[in-house]
T-cell receptor, first 111, second 116 residues
Framework: NAGVIQTPRHKVTGKGQEATLWCEPI?????VFWYRQTIVQGLEFLTY????????DSGMPKERFSAQMPNQSHSTLKIQSTQPQDSAVYLC?????????FGPGTRLTVL | AQKVTQTQTSISVMEKTTVTMDCVYE???????LFWYKQTASGEIVFLIR????KKENATVGHYSLNFQKPKSSIGLIITATQIEDSAVYFC?????????????WGLGTSLVVNP
């Protein structure tokens, strides 16, 4: 089992550009989570899907951030008009029986 | 409101000793789940151990064990016979609700340094 896969590992964007982050969960896991990690805020929940359906997006900034899970094998997090404060490590996790297993993260740097 | 607090910012120990990391949590739910994860220097976040609130017995996995004190809303992580490779940041997290899958609420982490 390859574990949770996230691509790209690093992404640098200019202010105002769009960033799309990809996550491939562990095969058979029914839930996919997105978190963001910064030095200041620590680990913050963004959103999650269960069986591809959006369940809770209470952590998502209401503007510019969106997430989708078009099929059971991948989820995307899209940030439109990126701002320097969006710079963070974005982590995807998947879960079957409660424990969440994390991908390596995508480090997003907005210049 | 849900909250997880780790008061120890960093701990330094000698190899082969036992270390305890503290974590207290706040929840209104009668059913909840507590987890410990570690984040290595490479950034990888690894699941270590969990405690379900309805279980009285402390969980143990390998050289990790938990000290679950429900009346104090406390879930301490104990690492015995520490090794150099245990050096990492350790996070305590909580999940509420009856379903198997819902979001984790995280503490800010405790940095552990194991010295030779």
């Amino acid at each position: 089992n390859a574990g949770v896969i996230q691509t790209p590992r690093h992404k640098v964007t200019g202010k105002g550009q769009e960033a799309t982050l990809w996550c491939e969960p562990i095969s058979g896991h029914s839930a996919v989570f997105w978190y963001r990690q910064t030095i200041v805020q620590g680990l913050e929940f963004l959103t999650y899907f269960r069986n591809q359906a959006p369940i809770d997006d209470s952590g998502m900034p209401k503007e510019r951030f969106s997430a989708q899970m078009p099929n059971q094998s991948h989820s995307t997090l899209k940030i439109q008009s990126t701002q320097p404060q969006d710079s963070a490590v974005y982590l995807c996790a998947s879960s079957l029986l409660g424990e969440q297993y994390f991908g390596p993260g995508t480090r997003l740097t907005v210049l | 409101a849900q909250k997880v607090t780790q008061t120890q910012t960093s701990i330094s120990v000698m190899e082969k000793t036992t270390v305890t990391m503290d974590c207290v949590y706040e929840t209104q739910d009668s059913s909840y789940f507590l987890f410990w994860y570690k984040q290595t220097a490479s950034g990888e976040i690894v699941f270590l151990i969990r405690q379900d609130s309805y279980k009285k017995e402390n969980a143990t996995v390998g050289h990790y064990s938990l000290n679950f004190q429900k009346p104090k809303s406390s879930i301490g992580l104990i690492i015995t016979a520490t090794q150099i490779e245990d050096s990492a940041v350790y996070f305590c997290a909580m999940r509420e609700g009856v379903g198997d899958n819902s979001k984790l609420i995280w503490g800010l982490g405790t940095s552990l340094v194991v010295n030779p």
